[in-house]
């Protein structure tokens, strides 16, 4: 259990005991600050602890807010802050030097919100505070908004206080603030107003985000068995139940923004289930087809294809200028002057298909019409807004003058999923050949798609395949710090998946599709998971899983050696034994990784698209 250590004076009717309490935490008291760093000693290291002022008035969101937050070692409010395992070493640092600097007693205290400060009011718990930036240390301030939290300094102070503090009903911000600052237009205006009910509903029983997120797929994996019927009726089951698995998709982010509970494995189950449900979806869709006699595994890979390709250019883009210094383009700035006309913001977020208005298309067009209406439309709709989204990052990037550090190399390295192949023939390679990756990539992609396109299945497309291989090591030799190039994973990504769907389609036996669509989707499922481990700030995934799947130069010249060796049906079997044992591997590794991780509590907010 978590330890609040009360300091100073307890003023005669004052909530603040109760109010933390409320929170968890097992309250103690303390008279000055030797009696402080005392209680302070007696905590065990690996519990939280909170120093709060006796005197504080405020909001109990607000405390719930700076000192229940999983997410930073260190957090600070107005007379309140508090130090997880990780960060109790600074505040026993600080809270020493401060109480030897007093030379005495240090009555708690805190500024008030907006007119006082540490010199108007006696405060340890902002010197500590103070200290610690000092020190050098990351201090957690949260936005509180229009919630109160001060220590007043006199009797009228705290009668403002008290006044400001039943202005203001915390629980109607407590909601607001469940919901994204930042989302689509479905999404805020079809869903958000009552998801966050259900949120609060779902806080107030005990229910934490991770069991909602597996409601919420439960629900897509039914709705994709719906759609799997064939059936008219089956359709508009299905078209109903995905976007009830959405609403309790948008649920489970505002129920961990409502309560609190971040965690790492929380954001990579919200993120990873998001694409197992839409693709899963997919194939449901193509079933059902199938079932009325209409083919269209096809258009649900290349659905897949895009749409992961789509997700990479985010992420790589995201990942490359996330940190890179004098990060500004002309370009940006006309973006941030289109933000500031309310009109233009909807509808630059809806003209990007972002999951919301995606899904609503999906699940309006199963029910109204058939699959490969359903498919064209989402393909139209994710090319042009695919194209969208990457021209304007394209222009962003070459007007920019940004300087990429070591760590976006990195992790452009990492995305780009290069495997024991390519390793050995960076090795091998003549320094003097190695000239900018991106013209690299995108001509082995290209050079491998229009191969397998216009050939087929053969040695012709085995010959390119290993062209690929060898411009895929040649586009890793120098560090990724070009201004394009965040597009090298994505070319990879099209250049692999493109290669599967199109070889598969071109042997045209009954099940090779459907094999490719099971072989993309456990490749792509690898390539999710690298993406969150960094995001999440716990690094790719380790290297002997990339060299056990073969890496993406490895898989893609296999596939192809495959398609030539083996007869139609002999390469479904292959392609069907090569997607289990992708995904066995990957699943394993990643589900490990997960649920043991040590990574700092992370809230992922989402992918727009």
Not at 82 to 94: E, H, V
Not at 98 to 103: H, M, V
Not at 269 to 292: N, S, V
Request: net charge neutral; aromatic share 8%.
């Amino acid at each position: 259990m978590p330890t609040a250590i009360l300091t100073g004076q307890p003023v005669p009717g004052s909530s603040i005991e109760g109010d933390l309490r409320s929170l968890g935490f097992d309250v103690r008291l303390a008279a000055d600050a030797a009696d402080t760093e005392a209680l302070l000693a007696a905590v065990p290291g690996q519990e939280r602890v909170a120093v709060v002022d006796a005197r504080f008035v405020g909001h109990r969101h607000a405390l719930r807010l700076g000192l229940t937050d999983p997410r930073f070692p260190l957090a600070a409010i107005p007379g309140a802050l508090t130090a997880q395992p990780a960060g109790r070493q600074a505040l026993t640092r600080a809270l020493a030097r401060e109480n030897s600097a007093s030379g005495g007693p240090a009555h708690g205290g805190a500024p008030a919100r907006a007119k006082s400060s540490v010199e108007d009011v006696d405060s340890l718990a902002d010197r500590i505070v103070t200290a610690l930036d000092d020190d050098g240390e990351d201090v957690h301030r949260p936005e509180l908004g229009s919630l109160v939290a001060e220590v007043p300094a006199d009797p009228q102070a705290r009668n403002e206080a008290r006044q400001a503090l039943a202005a203001v009903d915390d629980e109607a911000v407590r909601l607001k603030s469940a919901v994204k600052a930042r989302d689509g237009f479905f999404t805020t205006f079809f869903i958000s107003p009552y998801s966050r009910y259900i949120a609060r509903w779902c806080a107030r029983r005990g229910l934490t985000p991770n069991q909602v997120t597996t409601a919420s797929l439960l629900t897509a994996l039914v709705a994709a068995g719906c759609a799997a019927t064939g059936t008219r009726g089956g359709f508009i089951a299905a078209g109903v139940l995905l976007i009830a698995s959405f609403v309790l998709d948008c649920t489970d982010g505002q129920l961990a923004r409502y309560s609190l509970q971040y965690s790492t494995l929380g954001a990579w189950l919200d993120a990873t289930f998001d694409r197992a449900k839409e693709y899963a979806y997919y194939a449901g869709l193509a079933l059902g087809a199938a079932r009325g006699g209409d083919d269209v595994w096809a258009l649900a890979l290349g659905a897949m294809v895009l749409q992961t390709c789509r997700h990479v250019v985010d992420f790589s883009f995201n990942e490359a200028n996330h940190d890179a210094t004098a990060n500004t383009s002309p370009t940006a700035a006309l973006s941030g002057r289109l933000d500031s006309v309310g009109w233009t913001v909807w509808v630059r977020r809806m003209i990007v298909l972002p999951i919301g208005e995606r899904w609503a298309m999906i699940a309006v067009l199963t029910a109204a019409t058939t699959p490969r209406i359903t498919f064209y439309a989402l393909l139209i709709g994710c090319a042009f807004a695919a194209t969208y989204t990457t021209a304007g990052r394209v222009l962003r990037s070459v007007t920019r003058r940004a300087q990429r550090t070591d760590r976006a190399a990195r992790a452009l390295a990492d995305l780009a999923d290069n495997g024991p192949l390519a390793e050995l023939l960076a090795r091998v390679l003549p320094a003097k050949s190695r000239v900018p990756a991106l013209p690299w990539a995108l001509a082995g992609s290209v050079l491998l798609v229009l191969a397998a396109w216009f050939e087929g299945p053969g040695w012709s497309v085995v010959l390119c395949a290993a062209v690929y291989v060898l411009l895929s090591s040649e586009a890793l030799v120098k560090p990724l710090k070009g201004a394009l190039d965040w597009l090298v994973p994505p070319f990879f990504r099209a250049g692999e998946y493109l290669t599967v769907l199109i070889l598969a389609a071109k042997t045209e036996v009954n099940g090779a599709l459907p094999a490719a669509f099971g072989l993309v989707a456990a490749v792509a499922y690898h390539h999710y998971d690298t993406v969150y481990r960094i995001r999440g700030n716990a690094g790719a995934p380790p290297a002997w899983l990339v060299r056990a799947i073969g890496g993406q130069e490895g898989r893609t010249l296999l596939v192809a050696v495959l398609a030539a060796l083996l007869t139609g049906t002999q390469f479904t079997v292959a392609l069907t034994v090569l997607a289990v044992a992708v995904a066995l591997v990957g699943l394993v590794e990643s589900i490990r990784f997960w649920v043991s991780s040590g990574a700092p509590a992370v809230h992922d907010e989402g992918e727009p698209a």
